[in-house]
C-alpha cells in the first residue's frame, strides 16, 4: 500500500477520536458550560447529523480537486476543534461539532475516491482497510486517551490535542497526495448520481446501515451494561472499551485481507455469527469472561463485516467514485445513529441493560432478510450477462455466488 494511505489514516484517527471522544467528556462539558448533561450529550448526535448530511454535499465541493479538497476539510477540522477548546458558550461548541462533521464526512468521502485511485483495482478493500484502521485506532487509543486527558488537564485539552493531531495530516497531504489524483476534467454530480441508482449500490448500502447500526447500539450501551449487568467495577471500563477496540482494528485488518478475494463467504458466515453472537451475549452477559470474551469477538466481526461491506460499496460504486465513498459515509452514519436510539428506546421501555444486544441481534437478522430478499430477487430475474471476473472494475453482486451465471449486472 503506497505510504500516503497511512498518512490519510493518521487523519482519519484523529477524526474518529473526535466523534467518540465526547462519551468520556460529557459530564465535564455539563459543569463547565452550565448545561445539563443530555444537553452535552447532544454534540455527539450533533456530530451524526453532520456526517450524514454532510458527506455528499461536501463530497461534491472535492469533485474538481482532491487534494485541495482533502486540504480544505482538514484545516476546517483542525480550526474547529481550536474554537471549541477556546469558547465558553454552548451555542458555539454546538456549532463547531457540526461544522467539525462536516468537514469529517467530506474528508473521508474524498479520502475513499482518493485512496481507492492510488491502488489496483482489485485492491479497494485493502485500501479502504487502512483508512478504516484509523478509526478502530481512535476506540484502542485515542478515545480512551481524550478521557484521561479530560480528567488530567479538562476537556478542553482533549480537543486541543485533536487539532494537534491533525497538524502533521494537513503536511502530509499536502507533500504527499498527488496532485494528479483529481480528475482531469470537471466531475459531473448529476452522471456521479445517476450510477448511485444501481439497485446492488443500495443493497450494500442498506447491510452496511444496518450492520453498523447493530455494533453502535451495543457498544454505546457497553458501559452499562457491564457495570449493572456483569458487575465490571469502573476502574476496568477503559480496559473493555479498549478490547472492543482491539477487537475492531483486528475486523479491519482481517476485513483488508479477505474483501477483494472472497467478500461473499465473510460476508454471509460474518454476518450468521454476528446474529449468533449478539444473541449468545446478551444470554450470558451476566458472567464476567463471557463478556470479556464478547466484546473482543463481536467488535471483530463487526468490523470485518462492516470494511468489507464499504468495499463493496465502493466497487458497485464505480461509475461514481467520489460519491460513492460520501453515500457509504452517510449511510454508515445513518446507523450510528439509528442503532444507540433503538437501543435507548429498548432501556427507556424497561427491558433492561441487556436489550440493546437483542436489538443488536435484530438488526443483524434484518440484514440477513434483505440480503436474501435481494438474493432472490436476482435469481428470478432470469439469465444474464455473466459478470465481470472479481479482479475487473466490475465485481460481483454482493451475497450472491461469485461468478454465477444467474447474477446479471444492475
Keep these: ?17 473526535s466523534e467518540f471522544m465526547l462519551s468520556g467528556l460529557v459530564s465535564d ?20 447529523v453532520g456526517m450524514i448530511v454532510g458527506a455528499p454535499l461536501a463530497a461534491v465541493l472535492g469533485m474538481r480537486s482532491r487534494r485541495r479538497a482533502l486540504l480544505a476539510f482538514l484545516v476546517t477540522f483542525l480550526l474547529a476543534h481550536m474554537a471549541g477548546a477556546l469558547t465558553t458558550s454552548y451555542g458555539v461548541l454546538l456549532a463547531t461539532r457540526v461544522v467539525s462533521a462536516l468537514a469529517n464526512a467530506g474528508f473521508l468521502a474524498v479520502a ?26 481512535a476506540c484502542v487509543a485515542g478515545v480512551p486517551g481524550g478521557a484521561l486527558l479530560g480528567q488530567v488537564w479538562g476537556w478542553r485539552a482533549a480537543f486541543w490535542a485533536v487539532a494537534l493531531v491533525s497538524l502533521p495530516a494537513v503536511v502530509a497531504v499536502a507533500r504527499s497526495v498527488p496532485a494528479d489524483t483529481a480528475d482531469r476534467a470537471p466531475a459531473d454530480a448529476r452522471a456521479e448520481l445517476g450510477a448511485l441508482r444501481s439497485p446492488r449500490l443500495l443493497v450494500t448500502l442498506l447491510l452496511g446501515a444496518l450492520v453498523n447500526g447493530a455494533t453502535f447500539c451495543a457498544f454505546t450501551y457497553l458501559e452499562p451494561l457491564a457495570t449493572h449487568v456483569t ?4 476502574a476496568w471500563l477503559p480496559g473493555l472499551l479498549a478490547l472492543f477496540g482491539l477487537g475492531s482494528f483486528a475486523g479491519v485488518a482481517l476485513g483488508g485481507r479477505v474483501a477483494d478475494r472472497r467478500p461473499v463467504p465473510l460476508l454471509v458466515a460474518g454476518s450468521l455469527a454476528l446474529l ?3 444473541a449468545a451475549f446478551a444470554l450470558t452477559a451476566h458472567h464476567p469472561v463471557a463478556t470479556v470474551a464478547f466484546t473482543f469477538a463481536l467488535g471483530t466481526l463487526s468490523f470485518a463485516v462492516g470494511s468489507t461491506l464499504i468495499a463493496r460499496a465502493l466497487y458497485a460504486a464505480t461509475g461514481a467514485p467520489t460519491l460513492g465513498g460520501a453515500f457509504a459515509t452517510a449511510a454508515f452514519n445513518v446507523g450510528a445513529a439509528l442503532g444507540p436510539w433503538a437501543g435507548g428506546r429498548a432501556i427507556d421501555a424497561g427491558l433492561g441493560y441487556r436489550s440493546p444486544l437483542w436489538v443488536s441481534a435484530l ?34 453482486r454482493p451475497w450472491t ?10
Design 1 to 17: 500500500m503506497p505510504l500516503v494511505l497511512y498518512l490519510l489514516g493518521l487523519a482519519v484517527f484523529a477524526q474518529g477520536t
Design 29 to 48: 462539558i455539563a459543569a463547565d458550560l452550565d448545561v445539563s448533561v443530555p444537553a452535552a450529550g447532544s454534540l455527539t448526535s450533533a456530530f451524526a
Design 112 to 137: 475513499l475516491a482518493t485512496a481507492t485511485s492510488l491502488v489496483a483495482p482489485d485492491a479497494k478493500g485493502r485500501a479502504t482497510s487502512v483508512l478504516l484502521g484509523g478509526t478502530t485506532l
Design 231 to 234: 458487575g465490571v467495577s469502573q
Design 276 to 278: 449468533a453472537g449478539w
Design 363 to 396: 438488526l443483524v437478522a434484518l440484514a440477513l432478510l434483505t440480503a436474501g430478499a435481494a438474493a432472490l430477487r436476482a435469481g428470478r430475474r432470469g439469465p444474464g450477462v455473466t459478470p465481470a471476473p472479481e479482479r475487473t472494475s466490475v465485481p460481483p
Design 401 to 410: 455466488a461469485q461468478g454465477s451465471p444467474r447474477a446479471p449486472r444492475p
